[in-house]
């Protein structure tokens, strides 16, 4: 275990930090702890994968990149339609 935490770079604890928040906000959701539709969904999402984007971007790898893009994506599809739906009440 030592071994791997020495090799273990910045890049790679910065993804893997984004990674357990994409993963938190969907275990949240799951569990009735958070809803899909408050802004905080999309917000974490966002974060964790541009986390993600930035590991990504010292370490490539096209299919890890592919979809962190569409996550990120959905996720400012998402910030944006909470706040669409919410000027409409």
């Known amino acids: 275990m030592s071994a791997f935490l020495e090799t273990l770079t910045l890049a790679d ?3 893997s930090f984004g990674a357990l928040v994409v993963v938190g906000a969907y275990f949240a ?3 009735r702890m958070m809803n899909s539709d408050d802004l905080v969904f999309p917000v974490l999402n966002l974060a964790g994968s541009i986390l ?3 590991s990504l971007l010292q370490n490539f790898n096209l299919a890890s990149m592919l979809i ?3 996550w ?3 996720s400012m599809i998402g910030i ?6 919410r000027r409409a009440r």
Do not use: D, K, P, W
């Not at 944006?80 to 739906?85: A, E, H, K």
């Open 29 to 31: 959701t799951q569990m």
């Open 52 to 54: 993600i984007v930035y």
């Open 72 to 74: 990120i994506l959905i």
């Open 68 to 70: 962190e893009s569409f």
């Open 13 to 15: 604890a910065i993804g």
């Open 80 to 85: 944006v339609q909470f706040f669409r739906l």
